[in-house]
């Protein structure tokens, strides 16, 4: 019995036009409300920071936030259904936290939808805390809204 071949080697890179087929497909198969095409390329117009985890040409996730004098605010941070529960998500917020610092912000602020409890729950292992909610943030249905909660990381 032969040796299973080793993964490929996890890397992270800025997001660029080239990525944003396979982030929008991820984007489409992880939420219910995806972000669209142009929000990603009006984010990157804009130079907010967005990066892409790969494993080959594989895409793992992604995330993308704006620096704004002191703080970072996460706009968007997603990993591949296929990928989900095996660490990536801590590993790319480890990232944000360590291009944060970088850019002196001394606050990482962040919305999630009230019903998404396993991403709270990795946020709150991160060192995030609920500081807040926002009324009727997220679309859930045509007629309806979701609540989001905000949290922040002290850096």
């Given at each position: 019995m032969s040796a299973l071949p080793n993964p490929p080697e996890?890397?992270?890179a800025t997001m660029a036009h080239g990525w944003l087929d396979a982030v929008v497909a991820v984007e489409q198969m992880a939420y219910s409300h995806?972000?669209?095409?142009?929000?990603f390329s009006d984010s990157l117009a804009a130079g907010y920071e967005a990066q892409v985890l790969t494993g080959g040409?594989?895409?793992?996730g992604y995330f993308v936030a704006f620096h704004a004098i002191d703080e970072v605010h996460l706009l968007n941070l997603t990993v591949t259904p296929a990928h989900q529960r095996q660490g990536w998500a801590r590993l790319l917020l480890d990232a944000l936290a360590i291009w944060s610092r970088g850019k002196g912000a001394r606050q990482l602020w962040l919305e999630v939808r009230i019903g998404n409890l396993?991403?709270?729950?990795?946020?709150?292992?991160?060192?995030?805390?609920?500081?807040?909610?926002?009324?009727?943030y997220y679309p859930a249905t045509p007629?309806?809204?979701?609540?989001a909660v905000v949290m922040s990381l002290k850096l």
């Open positions: 996890a890397r992270l995806p972000w669209t095409r142009a929000n040409d594989e895409l793992i396993r991403a709270q729950h990795v946020y709150r292992q991160h060192g995030f805390s609920a500081v807040g909610r926002r009324r009727n007629i309806a809204r979701e609540d």
